[in-house]
């Protein structure tokens, strides 16, 4: 069998350590844009910032990669996939021929118009682009973050611990609004003003300018307000690198659609796994995309199994985790928009709180800050299935 | 097989305990990662080593 993974990152580098552990002795190729193996990214807009002695750490070395017997085709982008020939092409013009195709794509910082990578303009996806950053926050540059997302929310907690004068801007009425849901987004947005940050909410960058006074740039806002600029960091979301599929007869729409198995929908002999992929997880109505670190690796349990023929569906809890303000939150299964909140450990203005978010008795996530351990008990209902109120009786308050 | 868990390394996200709860327990003292079986029996190797792969900080290791 000939496998072809495209993408070097860490589902793509998972999918093929996990085939080998099951014993598979398939012939396969490994197709990378960048030059090497890519490096374990949570840590970029986390520790890494911070820490003067930190260094980004590999996926894999030389050493681990010629274990795995895998021919790397690296520094080389897919530009195409021809599914009846069950072929990729590549940007040095060759064809590859699969079997089983794994597409670990990732994605890709979306860029703003105007805002786009230059000297001072950053997005954080490499350990470049962490490294420049850092270097800024280290001497405490005026520090723009566009996009208050997780990865805003830590990269303007670690500037503000380090010093820096730190601005936000947010078109959204507060921080980390799509993961936390509206209550839980809002008292976090509160800590972050507590932390000295400078937020702009409901409000969108017009341009960016020379800036004055001292400052290489000045980001004018959508309100016509300006805010002096020493490093400008983007972190607008990202979005499936999918381009390359035009024309595969693939929904690449927001990602590749999958079923359960995370096998493509409608294309035979094709996988998807990690931010590319998006799949019928059993617990949820409509298909969903994860950019979270634990949905990669074990979207790549589940593929290669599948490739061996097991048959498996992703069905895992969804996991995902943010270190900002001193503490860590951590947010396991999903807080949807008509989630009712409820505090089950803490409140929105303690040092540390678990909440429950959930709907008509049922309980769809658990949230934590800084309650590593307290948070314990509700997710072990929550990974039973258990109601709503089964949580709030826990708590010993009624709902 | 043998499974180890470095408790300098272990930040308790327990991811482990969530993979593989056969062979992974949390500790109620600070949700840090306990090996509950040592050394791992054949028929828990594989969930033992999914354990080991799910670790965010590499915590745990396996020979």
Redesign the interface.
Known sequence: MRVVVVGASLAGV?TI??LR?LGCDAQVTLIGREPGIACDR?PLSKGFLSDPDATA?PLLGPEDLAKLEVTPLLGRSATDLAPDGQTVGTDTGERIGYDALVIATGSTPRLLPGLEPRPGVQVLRTAADAARIKAALSARARVVVVGGGFIGAEIASTGRRMGCPVTVIEPLPALMIRGLGPALSQAMTRRHLLAGTDLRLCVGVAALEAGAAGHELAVRLTDGSTVPADLVVVAAGAMPETGWLRGSGLDASDGVLCDGRLAAVGVPGVYAAGDVARWHHPSYAEPVRMEH??SA??HA?VVAANLCGQGRTHD??P?V?SDQLGG?L?IFGRVQPDDDVHYVMGDATSDAFVAIAGHADRLNAVVGFAA??EL?PY?KLL?DSAPLSAALGLAGTSA | MRVKVDLDVC?????CH?SAPEVFE??????HSIVLVDPVPPELRDAA??GV??C?E?AISAE
């Not at chain 2, 949390?26 to 949700?31: F, M």
């Open positions: 998972r350590q996990a552990r949570p750490r670190w634990t690796i074990e349990g895992s809890l996991y985790w860590r951590q590593v351990r314990l997710r990974l | 930040q308790g996200h327990g991811v969530m949390l500790s109620p003292e600070d949700g080593q999914l792969d799910s965010p590499r």
